[in-house]
Every structure is written in C-alpha cells, then in structure tokens.
C-alpha cells in the first residue's frame, strides 16, 4: 500500500512545493522517499515511490496529482478517436528515472522492493473521467454504451501496465503489485464481462517473472472469486471483508493481503492494538497472510502507532525456527 506520504514530516519536508509526478522523475528523490518509512520502523518490504499515473504521463498525457484531491487529466478520455492518444509504453526511454530509481534501491535494500502499477479499470476511470469519481458514470457509460472501443480501451491500459511492471522486474523488483483500487465501483457481472478479461491477460503476461504478484482492490467483497480467476498470487483486500471471509472466497491456493481499516490507526493506540490482533486471528497463523492495512496511510496517522503496529505484528506472528 502507499507507505509513503504526509504522516512522516521528513516526507512534507523533501516534497515541498513538488508536484507528486514531478517527484517520481528524479530518482535520488524516489530513493529517498521510498526509504523513509523503512527507517522509521522495522518493514518487512519496501514499497517503490512512484504513482499510478506516471506511465501515462511518460506516454505524453496532461496528467496531475493535485494535493488532497488526487490524479486531474485535462482532457480526458470519451471516444474513439482518444484511443490514439493511447501509444504503448517503451520503459527504457519513457521511464528510465523510474527503473533508475529501482536499481539504486536495491543497493540500498536489505528488505525486498516491490514495484506497482495501476490495473487497466482504475486507469481508465481517471482517464475518462478526468479525475477522481464517485459514481464513475462517464466509465460506465462508456463501458455499456461502446463496448468495442471499452475493450480497445482496457486492451491499450493493460499493455501499458504489462510493459511497466515487466521494466520493473527486470530492474530489480522483487514483487509487484496490480492496484485496481476503484474496481469494487462494479457488479460482478460487470466484473467479468468488462475487465477480467484484460486483468487475466495482464497476470499471465508476468506468469514468466520470478516474482510474487499481488492483485489489490477496494471494496471487492463480492469480486473476490473473479479476481482470484483473473490472476495474482496474493489478493490484496480493504477492511470492509472479513478477512477469514475474504480467504474462503479467494481460496487457501492463494495468499491474502491486509486489511486493518488506516482510520483506526488515528485512535488511541489500545484500539489499533484490539483491531489489528482480530485481523491475526482471523488469518489463525496460516501461511500465506501478509499483514497490511486495507488501504493507504492516512496523512493525520501518529508515526507513533504504526511503529507500535508493525513491533505487534512481528511479536505475535514469530515462529519457532524449525
Ligand atoms: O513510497 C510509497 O509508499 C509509494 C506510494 C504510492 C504513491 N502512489 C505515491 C503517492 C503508491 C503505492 C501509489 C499508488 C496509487 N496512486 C494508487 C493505488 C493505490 C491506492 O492508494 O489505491 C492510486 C489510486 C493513486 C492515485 C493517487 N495519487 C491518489 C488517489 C493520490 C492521493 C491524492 C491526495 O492527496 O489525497 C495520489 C497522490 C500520492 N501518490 C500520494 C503519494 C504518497 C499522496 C500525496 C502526498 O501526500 O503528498
């Protein structure tokens, strides 16, 4: 999840007046905000700096990260003839700061580095709505109303994704992880007709990688069977699950991602400390848990709990060296 931003002042520090994209152009300021949180407390993994929409910019979109609201496109997406705007991803010359940025991580790292990429859903949503939606109606109605050029649509931003992440393994990520973070916007039967098919695409794309793939989404309860078909060897959820509920449905084949909510990590920390063990029960010491919180860290978080959290979790899940 993002491990990076506003809860650490050293982050608001070295930003400053930086847009968030601009930031993820210069490695050395990628470095350093993606170790930032490692250095604060004991993580099991690093989490690239970077964004969702930096392929998109790199293939030349007008795309913005505005504070507290999040990525603006200026003009989006609606028709056929957008599509054009849409060329494929060449990492090497359109991303190199960010695979810069990997190589000199792994220099750095004595924790492994996972790289991210946005999934062809969560990407078309901000492109065709021109930023952050509620309801994604403008998606949808694209999705129903043409479903031709939806296809060419999820098929172009699947590719895209596809290039990145296969870049970044090549760099030196050592997992990857596909957020489709506003995917839970939709029926299963929407789900399955519209975007599994460029979802299961872009997971047997990375079959070949020697590297663990996690598939994140929000608010996917009823989605979760489908993600499992569509691919990822862990399935990443938000709290809103269960998470003993969420693993009957995405099968004991597979690992499972989370889900403490990031708001209780506002309150006291006896609260956190009463949450986060009911995630570790519901997970009952099976292999395969990764423990997260459901979505990102929210800027207002105390640095304090969350070392707390991370020195609870490593006490309570030790094993016995067999
Ligand atoms: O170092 C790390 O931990 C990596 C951090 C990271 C960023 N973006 C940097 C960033 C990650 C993993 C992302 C992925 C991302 N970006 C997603 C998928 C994950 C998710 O949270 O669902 C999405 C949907 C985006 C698009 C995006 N970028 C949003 C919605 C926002 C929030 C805007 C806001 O201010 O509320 C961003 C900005 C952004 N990208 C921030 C960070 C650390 C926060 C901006 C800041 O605090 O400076």
New binding site residues.
Partial sequence: ??????YLPE??EL?GERD?LE??RVPEL?VE??L??LRRMDLDA????????VPLQAIGLEVQ???????IVATPLRATRDLARLRPLEPETDVPHVLEAIRLLRKELAVPLIG?G?APF?LAS?LVEGG?SRHHERTKALMHGDPATWRRLMEALGGLTLAHLRAQASAGAQAL?V?D??VGALDPADYERFVLPAMRELFEGLRDLDVPVIH?G?GTGELLEAMRRAGGDVIGVDWRVPLDRAWERVGSDRGIQGNLDPAVCLAPWEAVRVKALDVLDRAARRNGHVFNLG???L?QTPVENLQRLVDLVHASTEREPT
């Fill in positions: 999840m993002r491990q990076a931003g506003r982050y608001v930003r968030v930031t993820c990628a905000l993606t930032q949180p690093a989490v690239l700096f970077s964004d969702i929409m990260i505005a504070p507290g609201v999040g990525p991210f946005g969560t901000y952050p992880q957020f973070s506003w994140f929000v979505h990102g860290v800027p």
